[in-house]
Each structure stands twice: as structure tokens, then as C-alpha cells.
């Protein structure tokens, strides 16, 4: 596509719900990254993907958070049980190769009540 | 990984000032970008720029990778510049860190 996609754009769910969040690239782009942003901060780095493997997940802040890129394009963010403090701004970037100038999606605006 | 400080937090600019916003790194990175977030939160590239000076109508950026400090000049401002302005630097050819932005209101 011509740029980053993501969807969906507004997601509200219940505490302890499931969600998942998904992300398509730029076509032709190896590294994937998703980020956070919560309220007045700067975007928070959660995981990165070159091609279908995640290289670092280090941003993870635990468990119930988990992210597939299966054919190393489309990528999904899933969240287990959801807790109020997971309610952020998901942003998803990609670049051409891993640290070169990144381009990013609109987000998705998560909302758990 | 590392500190990014962005300053000035918040900035208000009578249309037509010129401005510095600056972005200071606790190590060395390997690459830096600047970014514009629009009223709607879409992140939008300014600069892509590891070293040096760039410039873009009345957008200028300068990185000083060895004092690991970049700084954005904003020229003749409009009402349109008005939105969050981040950097942000690659840490180990791996990740990007941002800062927390400077919030900048340009006034008619």
C-alpha cells in the first residue's frame, strides 16, 4: 500500500477482554516496529520484527502481550486480559531495513473500561 | 538504552517568529528523525538525519552526533506548524527511543 495501515482505528473493550490490533506495512518493508504512546509522552518502543521473526521484544511490558508477523508483512498485536493501564495510543512503524527512517500509521486508540 | 531530552517542553509563537526546538541523547545513536504529530496524532516525517544539515522550505535540522545533540529550526512559523514536535534516536541499529516532545502553539 502507499503507506502504513492500521485497524482498527478505535477499539473499546472490558477489563479482561482479549484484543488483537493489526498492522499492514509500507509493501516491501522488512522491519515492523510496534510502539505505545500514552497521553503527553513520546511514543514507548514495544517490539520489532525483521521479516517474520521478532529481533527484539524487549518493550514488552509482560506476558499478556504478544505480537505475530506469520508471513513477515501483515503484523498482529494481541493483548491477554486487558487492565485499564493498557488504554494508549498503539502505533505501528515500518521501515525499509531495520534502522533505516521509519514511517508510521495512524494507531490505534485503545480503550479499556 | 538511553535518555532523549527535548526542550523546550512547551512553546508559544506569535505567527511568523522563528523558533529552535532541541533534542539531547544520554549515548551515542546511530541514526536520528524528527517527527510533526498532527492534532490527530499522525506521526509525520520531518527529517531523517544521522549527521549534518538538512533543510525543507523553512525547515532546517542539524545533528551534532559527536556532542549527541540535534537541533530543528522553524522559520517564518504558521498556525499549521502548531502540534507536538519528537525526536527520536536508533539505539544499537535496533530501536528507536523518542523523547517526550515539545508542544508548540503558533498564534495568528
Known amino acids: 500500500g502507499a503507506g502504513v495501515s492500521q485497524t482498527p482505528s478505535n477499539k473499546v473493550t472490558e477489563k479482561g477482554k482479549y484484543v488483537e490490533l493489526r498492522c499492514d506495512p509500507i509493501s516491501g518493508h522488512t522491519a515492523l516496529y510496534w510502539y505505545r504512546q500514552s497521553l503527553g509522552q513520546g511514543p514507548e518502543f514495544l517490539i520489532y520484527f525483521q521479516g517474520t521473526g521478532a529481533a527484539d521484544d524487549s518493550g514488552l511490558p509482560n506476558d499478556r502481550f504478544f505480537a505475530v508477523r506469520p508471513e513477515g508483512s501483515v503484523s498482529t498485536l494481541k493483548i491477554q486480559r486487558t487492565e485499564r493501564g493498557d488504554s494508549a495510543v498503539y502505533l505501528c512503524?515500518?521501515?525499509?531495513?531495520?534502522?533505516?527512517?521509519?514511517?508510521f500509521g495512524p494507531g490505534t486508540r485503545l480503550t479499556v473500561l | 538504552g538511553i535518555q532523549v531530552e527535548q526542550s523546550p517542553p512547551d512553546l508559544i509563537l506569535q505567527e511568523g517568529a522563528n523558533s529552535t526546538l532541541r533534542c539531547n541523547f544520554s549515548?551515542?545513536?546511530?541514526?536520528l528523525q524528527w517527527f510533526h504529530q498532527n492534532p490527530w496524532g499522525q506521526l509525520i516525517n520531518l527529517f531523517y538525519?544521522?549527521?549534518g544539515t538538512k533543510q525543507n522550505g523553512r525547515l532546517s535540522a542539524t545533528t551534532v552526533a559527536t556532542e549527541r545533540y540535534s537541533l530543528l529550526y522553524i522559520s517564518s512559523s504558521q498556525t499549521t506548524d502548531s502540534g507536538v514536535y519528537f525526536c527520536a534516536g536508533l539505539y544499537n541499529f535496533n530501536k528507536f527511543y523518542f523523547g517526550s516532545g515539545t508542544k508548540l502553539n503558533v498564534k495568528p
Open positions: 538525519i544521522p549527521s
Open positions: 549515548d551515542s545513536v546511530n541514526n
Open positions: 512503524a515500518s521501515s525499509s531495513l531495520a534502522g533505516n527512517e521509519q514511517f
